[in-house]
């Protein structure tokens, strides 16, 4: 007689939490942005929120964002860049003496300066993937070589103030082409909202919903699980509806600023390059094992060197963003910043020894790290402190990395 044996079903609490411990770096880290926001919210008296502050956050953060873009392929790629603050404060002085000494118009800067970043990506790539040299190396003798040409550039002083046009790069703010709403608030002042920036909200929610829904029924088309419904629906639910909220917030200042327009179409153009092309699909490879790429057939010395050179753009228009919202070019400009991009980068999930990070955890940390320095700030930590906390919230997310990598 024979029995058999009934296979078991896992059940959708089960599911549901496998998903979500296969998922905890994700969902982790929108959970502690969340939380240290609200922390900071009621240790500040209601500050955090206000729609000047969110905007504040948006604008002393958004050079962190983009440059924290790039460094997420270097680190994927298995290398790393500590020279992105200085190249980025160089060519942000570079800016300076271009326009008010040399007087060429913005516009016309801006692309100069642009390829210059990218010649100087280009050239420590060329050293980095061509000549073997250890991109750590290379990449402080860098830091170094541009923390001196920007002192002798402006020659220790600084130098500004801008052309308005290249202001708007990093102060202005998206005009409300369908007109303001004013919604009356009893004996106080009307509240007047920014209806494009309603509108773009609302349609960004649209778009997020309809593209969630299309990944999931892909995965179960190709055989893949997906998370439970119910899970699905409320995480979809609660990211429609932190859009929604945010957008309202930057509404009713002065809506969409033009700096959070140039970082949201880079993300999507980096989370495309990342998941949807053959480039993003090798400098994962490149990073997970460059010798097995290069047995098939990858070219990792060229892949290596285009990293450097869409690194070294970002850093150019980081540069010109910081110096554009300080309306002057000093020559401590951009010390620092590698510190806390390369920080962004490895908080968001990105593992220290290449192959392994994602576009939006490198968002979300660069927001984390923004978040705290703006929340520290209101609240009188001093400077010392807040670097303490910073360095302990870095060690805590490799440590993190780690023991998940381990566990597994």
Not at 59 to 87: C, R
Not at 128 to 150: D, H, N, Q
């Amino acid at each position: 007689m024979t029995t058999e044996t009934v296979p078991q079903v896992p059940s959708s609490t089960s599911s549901a939490r496998s998903v979500l411990q296969a998922n905890l770096r994700d969902y982790g880290l929108v959970v502690a942005l969340l939380a240290i926001m609200v922390f900071f919210q009621i240790t500040t008296n209601g500050t955090m929120f206000r729609p000047l502050n969110l905007t504040n956050v948006i604008l002393q953060n958004s050079y962190i964002i983009i440059m924290a873009l790039g460094m997420l392929l270097v680190i994927v790629a298995g290398h790393i860049d500590l020279s992105v603050g200085s190249v980025s404060g160089f060519v942000g002085g570079l800016a300076a003496i271009m326009m008010v000494r040399w007087g060429i118009p913005p516009l016309l800067t801006m692309v100069l300066c642009l390829a210059v970043g990218a010649a100087i990506g280009a050239a420590q790539g060329y050293w980095i993937a061509y000549l073997k040299i250890p991109s750590f190396i290379v990449t402080l003798a860098g830091m170094l070589v541009f923390k001196g040409l920007v002192l002798a550039l402006l020659g220790g002083a600084s130098v500004g103030p801008f052309p308005v046009e290249f202001q708007l790069l990093s102060a202005g703010f998206l005009p409300d082409v369908f007109g303001p709403i004013t919604i009356p608030q009893g004996e106080g002042a009307p509240l007047t909202l920014h209806t494009t920036t309603l509108v773009i909200g609302v349609l960004a929610t649209l778009v997020f919903v309809f593209t969630s829904l299309r990944s999931r029924k892909r995965r179960q088309e190709h055989g893949y699980e997906a998370e439970p419904f119910a899970v699905f629906a409320v995480k979809t639910a609660v990211l429609g509806a932190l859009i929604l909220f945010f957008s309202y917030l930057l509404a009713s200042y002065r809506g969409l600023p033009n700096v959070l327009i140039v970082m949201s179409i880079l993300i999507a153009i980096f989370v495309f390059m990342t998941k949807r092309t053959t480039l993003g699909r090798r400098i994962y490879a490149l990073g997970g094992n460059s010798k097995a790429a290069q047995l098939s057939g990858i070219k990792t010395e060229r892949l290596t060197f285009y990293v450097f050179v869409i690194m070294g753009m970002l850093a150019a228009l980081a540069g010109l963003i910081f110096a554009a919202r300080l309306n002057t070019a000093t020559p401590k400009a951009g010390q620092g910043f590698e510190l806390d991009v390369i920080a962004a980068v490895f908080i968001g999930g990105a593992s220290a020894m290449g192959g392994v990070g994602q576009v939006a955890g490198a968002v979300i940390g660069a927001f984390i790290m923004g978040v705290m320095n703006n929340g520290m700030s209101i609240m009188g930590v001093n400077i010392d402190w807040q670097q303490v906390i910073k360095g302990l919230v870095l060690l805590g997310a490799v440590v993190f990395d780690v023991y998940n990598k381990n566990k597994a």
